[in-house]
Every structure is written in C-alpha cells, then in structure tokens.
C-alpha cells in the first residue's frame, strides 16, 4: 500500500497550490479519502475530507471557501485545491485513506507546504 503525496512547495500569500495523492496497493474507490496537516509544535488536524464515491466533502472552517478537495476514482488520486493561501497554512500535509468493516486506515509521507513572502 502506498499513499504519495505531490505539489508542496513554497508559495506566496495569496498564492495558489494544488497537492495530489496517488494511491496504490488497496481499492481507493472503496476509501474515504482525507487531508490533513501539521504545523510545528501543533496537533495534526483534519483539512479536508471526501468519501469514497466524491458525492460527500467536508472542510475545516479555517480553510472552507479557499480550499477543494477532489477525487479521480479512475485515476487512483486525491487533489487539493489550494487558493488564497495564508502564513497559517504552512505545514506538512498528509493525505489518509479510511475504511471501515474492518477498519483499515493508511497514511502517506506528507508534502511540505510553506507559504512566505
């Protein structure tokens, strides 16, 4: 199983980025599919996430109307769209892979994102 996360970068404020998540080794049309992040010294906390069919998506609030999570089921992949970037989106973001009965659950490595002038 592998999760391998894309597209971080250094980026300008007000800038724009897109990550992507190619998955391999499981089922992904069968997982719920999620971002989150991790800034230093802070908690890793959900960004976005989106189930398996793409018909359902949820935000956290600190990023709703900036960012879009997606889904290509063809294609194995994940994508986050991210605009109208902040300092306070710097972090490493991870993408995770969700099932249940049973639950298994994989995370990728984390793509790092800085957002600085």
């Known amino acids: 199983v592998q999760l391998v996360e894309s597209g971080g970068g250094l980026v300008q404020p007000g800038g724009s980025l897109r990550l992507s998540c190619a998955a391999s080794?499981?089922?992904?049309?069968?997982?719920?599919m999620s971002w989150y992040r991790q800034a230093p010294g802070k908690e890793r906390e959900l960004v976005a996430a989106?189930?398996?069919?793409?018909?359902?998506?949820h935000y956290a609030d600190s990023v709703k109307g900036r960012f879009t999570v997606s889904r290509d089921n063809a294609k194995n992949t994940l994508y986050l769209q991210m605009n109208s970037l902040k300092a306070d989106d710097t972090a490493v973001y991870y993408c995770?892979?969700?099932?249940?009965?049973?639950?298994?659950?994989?995370w990728g490595q984390g793509t790092q994102v800085t957002v600085s002038s």
């Open positions: 995770y892979a969700y099932a249940t009965l049973p639950v298994r659950e994989y």
């Open positions: 080794g499981f089922t992904f049309s069968s997982y719920s």
């Open positions: 989106i189930s398996s069919a793409g018909s359902s998506t």
